[in-house]
């Protein structure tokens, strides 16, 4: 029961998650189709064209798949490994970091959060063509965080380990 449990608990935290993103996906993709409507001038395109790269290289490659994607997933592998009901229960919390994790890992993983929240407060304060194409960017960074979350996720079952830290309290445990 108890292996069950932890493959429950680590699907339960990747699917989870995964829906998350795409829920924030699904509400900014409105916004961001709404700039599409408004008159567009070059500056808008120039800044368009470099916020697009600056969200797919920055927040889709550097930050989700060198860093939260395989996080996620090793911390999905451990729940499998060590499940205990409330995190599995958690599961999302849990491979997101916010539970069970070092002082360090919950201070980046609040911090982290804190700072999207206070972003998202004042881009929506931007008038449109400016919301949109900060939303399309972060669509773009989005999805490409979902993708990379799921390759982990297929990477791992197939039994191609995660070496990644895990970030548990109490060791310096490495996904395997």
Not at 125 to 145: E, F, K, N, R, T
Not at 162 to 167: A, G, L, R, S
Request: charged content about 10%; overall charge positive; some cysteine.
């Amino acid at each position: 029961m108890n292996k069950q449990l932890g493959v429950i608990g680590a699907v339960w935290g990747v699917l989870g998650l995964c829906a998350l993103l795409l829920w924030a996906i699904y509400r900014l993709s409105f916004y961001a189709l709404e700039a599409w409507a408004a008159p567009w001038a070059w500056w808008h395109w120039v800044f368009f064209v470099g916020w697009m790269v600056f969200m797919v290289y920055g927040e889709g490659y550097k930050g989700f798949q060198k860093g939260f994607s395989p996080r996620v997933v090793a911390r999905a592998g451990h729940l499998a490994r060590h499940p205990v009901w409330w995190h599995v229960l958690l599961a999302p919390a849990y491979c997101m970091g916010f539970i069970h994790a070092t002082r360090k890992r919950r201070i980046v993983t609040f911090s982290v959060t804190a700072g999207v929240v206070v972003l998202v407060l004042l881009v929506s304060l931007l008038p449109q063509p400016w919301h949109g194409i900060v939303d399309l960017g972060v669509v773009a960074g989005l999805s490409y965080g979902v993708i990379a979350i799921l390759a982990f996720a297929v990477r791992a079952v197939a039994g191609r380990p995660i070496d990644f830290p895990t970030d548990v309290p109490g060791s310096e445990a490495r996904a395997s």
